[in-house]
């Protein structure tokens, strides 16, 4: 995990739209108003991985149980075998969790997203985007895109452009979801590493190529 420095930097940037297997991801759409609006318009065999439970659901059938964090941490960074036994865990992982049909599920996950003001030349509203950190009994984690989308444009009606408006001018933002859907990369899928801001907590990183980009707007 990143210093809050970095995550705050992380936030803000974007980068150029993210293209997968030579085709572009859409990256401007609608705003729906819950998960279930959401359901509709995704692919009916979709595992939507939008809170702890659901992600530990997903780890189970992956890697049947979490690793024992106190054991590969020992005394921590400045310990010798640290990164030793930091690679041999994910090595050990990555073997036993080849042919599992569910590296190749199709999946649906969260990041924060961040409102602007209404932008006239992009048609709609940019969006800033950053990573969403999870609580599990896993550890903590956190998706990452293969490429993270960029130049998201939230698309709206003019009433709806008022009302989102009013609501970015009153709080000075507005804070969003953005849930992308894709499949884990065969090749990397889950990454173990520890948080860099708090001693000895594991981190699970899946590393997803992204298919589908929509967004929700909290209720």
Not at 47 to 62: G, M, N, R, T, Y
Not at 130 to 154: A, C, D, M
Not at 181 to 200: A, K, N, Q
């Amino acid at each position: 995990m990143r210093g809050p420095w970095c995550m705050a930097l992380c936030f803000f940037i974007l980068t150029w739209a993210l293209e997968v297997k030579g085709e572009e991801v859409n990256v401007r759409g609608y705003l729906h108003v819950s998960h279930e609006s959401l359901r509709a318009i995704l692919p009916q065999d979709t595992h939507l991985l939008l809170d702890p439970a659901s992600i530990e659901q997903f780890l189970d059938v992956l890697d049947g149980s979490p690793p024992d964090w106190a054991t590969v941490y020992g005394h921590g960074h400045d310990d010798p075998g640290h990164d030793d036994r930091l690679f041999a865990l994910n090595r050990e992982r990555d073997a036993k969790r080849e042919g599992k049909l569910a590296l190749s599920w199709l999946i649906t996950f969260v990041w924060l997203g961040e409102l602007s003001s209404y932008n006239p030349d992009a048609g709609g509203f940019p969006v800033a985007l950053g990573p969403k950190f999870t609580s599990t009994r896993w550890g903590i984690v956190r998706f990452k895109p293969e490429e993270v989308p960029g130049n998201l444009v939230v698309v709206v009606d003019a009433l709806q452009r008022e009302q989102l408006q009013r609501k970015i001018e009153q709080r000075r933002h507005l804070d969003i979801e953005v849930v992308m859907t894709g499949r884990l990369i065969p090749e990397e899928s889950l990454v173990y590493d520890f948080s860099h801001d708090e001693e000895g907590l594991g981190l699970i990183m899946p590393f997803v190529r992204v298919e589908q980009v929509d967004f929700i707007l909290p209720q």
